[in-house]
């Protein structure tokens, strides 16, 4: 597309080593992210955190060869490269991508506002797609660095653009806009809640604002009297800023006189009928959803289609057909021991490459597996559409392909040179259905990705695991922001330990290591041996502590490779005969200290003898000295932790100086990180709040919802007054009743100390409380007031609107409790938005 001499041209930048390497056809900003390294640019960003120049070189090696950077590199190492130095990398990439932007004349529309914008922009494409070649941000890419991943994608054989953006703070719509510069602008709502980074919500209505300066058009709902007022202003002023016409305005709403009025909302049991006036004229469609979020999604759509001058008919039909968004990836357990991605809702060349890194994520199973539809509308031949296909599967380490549809059937000996990639065909998804053969699928993982009109959730139904509608969700996305927020606290260069004992504090196992692993977490501790091997099996090979390893378990420790904590002379000696007996030498161990605890560890008196034994052997190779500290999170308790904080320094200076060679310190938990940064030293060790859960108000106002426990109703009973409920006959109605049986019980670790009425679960947006006493596989819960509960409805025992530290006050315990306690048989699903 671009060579080296264009762009830095264009970004009047240093062409420092010039080599005419190819083309440049892809933005490469995280280096795990990368597809086609030839044709690959890669601008590494600079944060407070992380430096990205350190990847250059790993990169290098994997073929990249065109460079942008802002500090000098050792040009030697890298005589094949391209490379363009500049200010700052960041600016340099919105330069470009406005400058690729400056482009195209088609129609651009750009979405923004709190809630919504995936949605309207996916919708949009499925009203849209049949009458243009649409690019559009890949999945909620919306951000400084997402969107100008997505506006890169623009290519001349494109006739309209769908681009969402979302901004955090004052200040980073401009940027969006030079990139977007969209011609037709949606705001799809504005939402009250939390305006982090915003004085009030009008400052945050005008920032957004400012996305549409130089649009046609804005499409909005009036209703919203804040977004209203503040977008007469904008109009006012824009209007006269730029000296030729001022934007136009189209509003709808359901109160009051708009360009699109709506007269009503029916809602019946699995659609809704909405009807409006637009221009005099009475219209209405029909959509497959209840709720308000997509009533409003639609007519914002909907004054979007009428805005383009989309025939009613088409509109209707079109409408009615809306289909659901797949706004994560989740991972569930499947047939055989496997592990299954169900991404079944679209198929194109930007979610393909998403899902295929999330399946990359997925060490568990060596084997993985692709299920792939058709690819529709991309543009491009399908010859080369699919030749790029099996360069990213072949990228990918793909060991299979089955490949679903007519056009990928015809293009398959594409797939079958790629080495190593066992592939079969079939023509319809009906077709794979009938010979389908559940042993073909073994102790693999599994990405299902297709277009929507493939209906892959019917494959997707033959493999996965027939769950217990009691079910753990545990969103992975939020594990990476939390960790996020915990290394924002951390001075520059302290190591991250993730704490996964307890299977991740009952979130899971490999599954959370995975993450830690690919977002650079430095090391990983573990409970116990076994809990270590089972992570090792799972092709984790990041460091592994284990902090309670007993001897019976040291030749496991020693064959898999996992480090020791070391807490007392006894386990010192016992572990070096083990490690002598194995002709090992330097083998890695963590110092245990006591510094208040009194739980485990080495006493400052036992300093002098420690360093003695150490000394002496050449077994080990002390890889950290760490302690624990008792209250970190309690400000009445802070002299105390300031005094183990102190102890720990002098015991671990001892160590350091006699040892002589460079030792990792650390003593903070969650809570330390941030109340007690002093206490940092070289590492931290995070737990529970990587788990979305901490004891500051503030620092949990930052954290996103990790778990949400979920059951089902299994039946619904009338209940006349006298009449009793459950074992023991412990509770009574009082009033005629309604009573839910749902389907948890103390087994799957609702403790029972919640029965009769000190448990509540959310049924309908609403708490309900446990009536009588809990069973062992079940519950009943009191839905008087909840007429409209019905068999099969979802129940949720904590998350998001029931956080798990309510449960745990309810319980009289700590949420660590509670979540480690949620037995093995609830099923866990995860997923990433
Ligand atoms: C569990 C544990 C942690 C993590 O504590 P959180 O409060 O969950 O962050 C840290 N260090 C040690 C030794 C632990 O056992």
């Known amino acids: 597309m671009y060579n080296a001499e264009t762009i830095s041209k264009v970004l009047k930048g240093e062409l420092l080593q010039h080599t005419g390497a190819p083309e440049i056809e892809h933005i490469v ?11 690959s640019l890669f601008i590494p960003l600079v944060s407070a955190r992380r430096n990205a120049h350190q990847f250059i070189e790993e990169l290098y090696e994997k073929g990249v060869s065109n460079f942008i950077v802002s500090e000098s590199i050792d040009l030697q190492k890298y005589p094949n490269a391209n490379v363009i130095l500049v200010k700052d990398t960041l600016q340099a ?9 400056h482009h195209f004349h088609f129609p651009v529309i750009g979405v923004t506002g709190s ?10 494409y499925q009203l849209l797609e049949k009458d243009h070649n649409i690019v559009r941000s890949p ?9 100008p991943l997505s506006v890169w994608q623009m290519k001349p054989e494109n006739d309209l653009a769908i681009f969402e953006a979302g901004i955090s703070q004052p200040g980073e719509m401009v940027n969006l806009e030079k990139l977007i510069k969209p011609t037709i602008g949606i705001f799809t709502n504005i939402g009250e809640a939390h305006s982090e980074g915003f004085l009030n919500i009008r400052q945050k209505i005008n920032e957004k604002l400012i996305l549409f300066m130089k649009s046609d058009v804005l499409i909005y709902p009036k209703d919203y009297l804040a977004l209203n007022e503040c977008v007469l202003n904008f109009h006012n002023q ?3 800023r730029e000296t030729d016409k001022a934007i136009q305005l189209f509003s709808w709403s359901r109160k009051t006189d708009a360009d699109l009025r709506i007269i009503s909302c029916d809602k019946n049991t699995n659609h809704t009928r909405i009807d409006a006036l637009y221009k005099g004229e009475a219209m209405h469609i029909n959509i497959p959803f209840v709720d308000e979020g997509s009533i409003e999604n639609a007519i914002n759509c909907w004054a979007l289609m009428l805005y383009l001058e989309i025939p009613h008919a088409t509109i209707i039909d079109r409408m009615d057909r809306l289909g659901n968004i797949a706004m994560r990836l989740e991972l569930r357990q499947g047939i055989n021991n496997s592990s299954i991605i169900n991404d079944s809702y679209n198929s194109d060349m930007g979610s393909l490459s998403i899902a295929l890194e999330f399946l990359q994520q997925q060490r568990q ?13 991309s543009g491009k031949s399908d010859f080369s559409l699919y030749e790029e296909v099996a360069a990213l599967l072949e990228q990918k380490g793909i060991q299979k392909l089955v490949g679903i549809g007519r056009n990928i059937s015809r293009e398959k000996r594409i797939f079958q040179q790629v080495l190593g990639l066992k592939s079969s065909f079939y023509q319809s998804t ?6 389908f053969n559940p042993q073909d ?12 009109v493939f209906q892959f959730e019917r494959i997707g139904k033959l493999l996965e695991h027939k769950a217990h509608q009691t079910i753990l969700e545990i969103d992975l996305s939020a594990i990476a922001h939390n960790i996020t927020q915990y290394q924002a606290l951390l001075k520059p260069g302290t190591k991250l330990m993730g704490m996964v004992k307890a299977f991740s504090y009952g979130s899971g196992s490999f599954e959370i290591a995975n993450l830690l692993q690919f977002h650079g977490v430095d090391y990983l501790a573990v409970a116990y041996a076994d809990e270590g091997v089972d992570l090792r099996r799972a092709g984790i090979t990041m460091p592994i502590m284990v902090m309670n390893p007993e001897p019976s378990t040291f030749d496991a420790i020693l064959q898999w490779n996992l480090e020791p904590e070391i807490y007392s002379m006894h386990l010192l000696n016992r572990f070096e005969e083990e490690v002598r007996a194995s002709n090992k030498v330097n083998y890695p161990i963590h110092l245990k200290l006591d510094t208040g605890m009194h739980r485990l560890g080495f006493e400052k008196k036992d300093i002098p003898e420690l360093i003695s034994q150490l000394k002496e052997h050449s077994a080990f190779h002390v890889k950290s000295i760490f302690s624990h500290l008792a209250a970190s999170e309690d400000p009445e308790m802070d002299e105390f932790t300031r005094r183990q904080g102190s102890l720990f320094r002098e015991m671990s200076a001892d160590l350091q100086k006699a040892l002589g060679y460079p030792i990792i310190r650390h003593i903070s938990n969650s809570a330390g990180i941030h109340r007690h940064p002093e206490l940092q030293f070289d590492m931290v060790r995070l737990g529970i709040g990587m788990y979305g859960v901490d004891n500051s108000a503030d620092m949990q106002a930052k954290l996103k919802n990790v778990s949400t426990l979920k059951t089902t109703v299994a039946q619904v009973k009338k209940l006349a007054v006298g009449e009793t409920v459950g074992y023991g006959g412990k509770w009574t109605a009082k009033v005629p009743s309604v009573i839910a049986t749902v389907r948890i019980g103390y087994a799957d670790g609702y403790n029972r100390c919640l029965s009769n009425g000190k448990g509540q679960m959310l049924i309908h947006g609403k708490l309900a409380p446990v009536a009588g006493v809990i069973a062992m596989d079940m519950l009943m819960l009191d839905v008087t007031h909840i007429p409209e509960v019905k068999v099969g409805d979802v129940v949720t025992v904590f998350g998001e609107d029931l956080p798990v530290q309510q449960l745990a006050a309810w319980a009289d315990t700590i949420p660590y409790e509670i979540l480690t306690g949620i037995s093995q048989r609830v099923k866990r699903i995860y997923f990433q938005e």
């Open 441 to 452: 699928f073994v102790q693999e993982t599994i990405l299902v990705k297709g277009a929507r």
């Open 238 to 240: 824009v209007g006269k």
């Open 139 to 147: 999945k909620s890419y919306n951000s400084q660095t997402g969107v």
């Open 93 to 101: 990439l919105h330069a470009l991508v406005a400058w690729h932007r």
């Open 115 to 124: 809630n919504g914008k995936t949605i309207v922009k996916e919708w949009l």
């Open 29 to 39: 900003l995280d280096s795990r992210k990368l597809n086609f390294a030839e044709t």
């Open 430 to 435: 009906e077709e794979f259905i009938q010979q």
């Open 365 to 377: 199973h060596p084997n993985k597996t692709v299920i792939l539809s058709d690819i529709l509308q």
